[in-house]
């Protein structure tokens, strides 16, 4: 829980003012549009024109990704034309982090004027007919992790109680649904269910969790969007279905395998992400 509302925010500003000094000297442009890429997504940074790239270790007060999977670098250029900065990797509280570290990042963007901020992660899925590589938006979560707000209030950036009754933009995910349909991908929609970790969930679990209504779990992303739209940034999320639930398969659930599927499929998201982000950045 936060302690702490002023010192966290001059860290934050710290490291937006850091990187904003970077991209300045290299003679780029600000970002306009934030990419947080999950487990084994990260080889869209190689789509990126121009820019740099920044080791999380070296950003003021950044924390640094201990998982296989998350690169732990900032990678700032352009996208299809498109002023970018995109995360390759994330940290969770499973890590050992508190929940405002966790989201640090996702806030940082937004002090850089990242605007709208496009989430990704590796899910299990609990309908056996999506299968592994189904790229699926977020329309809703389901937040057992916590909450990223818990503590002072953080003045200046968002109001107290912030409504979360769409914190999945609807007009993004409709653009998200064109660019598929573009693009000749099945883009499916579901409701998320952020627990967590690090172990896998039980079998029964699982039928708890398809009981409340949800399509996915993960161990992240849910904090990340609370925090980007109390500081009012616009929220697209996809999941990749990279592994079969407990209890949906019987086959056991291995992180390589998590890993392998994302990079089978960051191909199909690189291009979906591509084409969407000069329309996602209009706002």
Known sequence: MLQDAQAYQAQVEEAADYIRRRL????????????????????LAGELEGGLR???AELPHFPSSTVAGHAGELALGRLNATPVAAMLGRVH??????LERVVFPARVLARL????????????????????GRLVLLRDHINLIGNPLAGPNLNG???????MSRIYDRELRQRAQAAAARLGLALEEGVYIA???PSYETPA????????????VGMSTAPEAIAARHMGVRVLAISVVTNLAAGVSAAPIEHAEVLATGRRVEAQLGRLLKELAPVLAQD
């Open 157 to 163: 950036w968002g109001e107290r109680f912030p409504d």
């Open 54 to 56: 920044l080791r999380y």
């Open 93 to 98: 509280s499973y890590e050992g982090y508190a």
């Open 113 to 132: 004027g990242v605007r709208t901020l496009v989430l990704t992660n590796a899910a299990g899925g609990m309908r056996a007919e999506w299968g592994q």
């Open 24 to 43: 300045q000297a290299a003679g780029e442009t600000a970002p306009r549009l934030g990419l947080v890429l999950g487990s084994g997504l990260g080889g």
């Open 205 to 216: 679990e699982i039928a708890a969790f398809r009981r409340w209504g949800a399509d996915l």
């Open 195 to 197: 627990v967590s970790g």
